[in-house]
C-alpha cells in the first residue's frame, strides 16, 4: 500500500524566511510523488513532480523538492517566503496499479502562513 | 480558458434530496477523476474513469453515481443526500491513466447539505 504523511499541519514561517515542507512517503516500489498547492477557494494546481530523471526537481515560484529514497522523504523548500505563498501545500504519491492506471493518494496538506 | 470546469460551484440542498454536478476539461485528456475533500482538508479519491470506463471505483456508496457521456464530461449524481456527504468536490483530469500524469483539477463544487 502506498501513503504520504505530511508532518506539520500548519507551518508559519515570516516572510523572507526559508520555507521546509515535510513529506514522507511509503511504497513498496519506485513511486512518482507530486507537490501540489491550493489558494483559498480554488483547486489544486501542480508545483512539481518526482519522475526519477533527477532527485532534485524545480517547480514554479521558486520551488524545489529534493528526492531521499534513504530517507523516504520528498520535503518541498523555497528559500525566501512571499506573502503569496500562504495556500495549503499537498504530497501526493502516485502508483500504477494492476491493469496500468494510476492511484493518486494525498497527505492531509500543510497549511503555509507567512508573517509579514 | 478554463481547462477544467465545474458546475455550480456552490450548492446548498436539503437531506433527501438527489442532486448533479457537472465537470468538462477541454484539455483532450483521457482520464477523469472526482475527489471529494472534507473539512479538515484531506482529499480522497471517490472514481477515475478512462475514456468513459470506470476504473477506479473506492468503495463510495450507491447513492453516487458517476457518469461519462465522453471523454471530456464525467458528472456526478448524489441521490438520497445526506448531512456527511456536505464537502468540496473536485473533478480532476490526466492525460492518461499511466502513473507519473499530472492532474488538472477543477475549481471545486462546495456541497452543503442541511
Known amino acids: 500500500a502506498q501513503s504520504v504523511t505530511q508532518l506539520g499541519s500548519h507551518v508559519s514561517v515570516s516572510e523572507g524566511a526559508l520555507v521546509l515542507l515535510r513529506c514522507n512517503y511509503s511504497s513498496s516500489v519506485p513511486p512518482y510523488l507530486f507537490w501540489y498547492v491550493q489558494y483559498p477557494n480554488q483547486g489544486l494546481q501542480l508545483l512539481l513532480k518526482y519522475t526519477s530523471a533527477a532527485t532534485l526537481v524545480k517547480g514554479i515560484n521558486g520551488f524545489e523538492a529534493e528526492f531521499k529514497k534513504s530517507e523516504t522523504s520528498f520535503h518541498l523548500t523555497k528559500p525566501s517566503a512571499h506573502m503569496s505563498d500562504a495556500a495549503e501545500y499537498f504530497c501526493?504519491?502516485?502508483?500504477?496499479?494492476?491493469?496500468?492506471?494510476?492511484?493518486?493518494?494525498f497527505g492531509i496538506g500543510t497549511k503555509l502562513q507567512v508573517i509579514p | 480558458d478554463t481547462a477544467v470546469s465545474q458546475t455550480p460551484k456552490y450548492l446548498v440542498t436539503q437531506m433527501g434530496n438527489d442532486k448533479s454536478i457537472k465537470c468538462e476539461q477541454n484539455l483532450g485528456h483521457d482520464t477523469m477523476y472526482w475527489y471529494k475533500q472534507d473539512s479538515k482538508k484531506f482529499l480522497k479519491i471517490m472514481f477515475s474513469?478512462?475514456?468513459?470506463?470506470?476504473?477506479i471505483n473506492e468503495t463510495v456508496p450507491n447513492r453516487f453515481s458517476p457518469k461519462s457521456p465522453d471523454k471530456a464530461h464525467l458528472n456526478l449524481h448524489i441521490n438520497s443526500l445526506e448531512l456527511g456527504d456536505s464537502a468540496v468536490y473536485f473533478c480532476?483530469?490526466?492525460?492518461?491513466?499511466?502513473?507519473?500524469?499530472?492532474?488538472?483539477f477543477g475549481p471545486g463544487t462546495r456541497l452543503t447539505v442541511l
Open positions: 480532476a483530469s490526466s492525460q492518461d491513466k499511466a502513473a507519473g500524469n499530472e492532474q488538472f
Open positions: 501526493a504519491v502516485s502508483l500504477s496499479l494492476g491493469w496500468g492506471y494510476q492511484k493518486v493518494t
Open positions: 474513469y478512462n475514456n468513459k470506463e470506470l476504473i
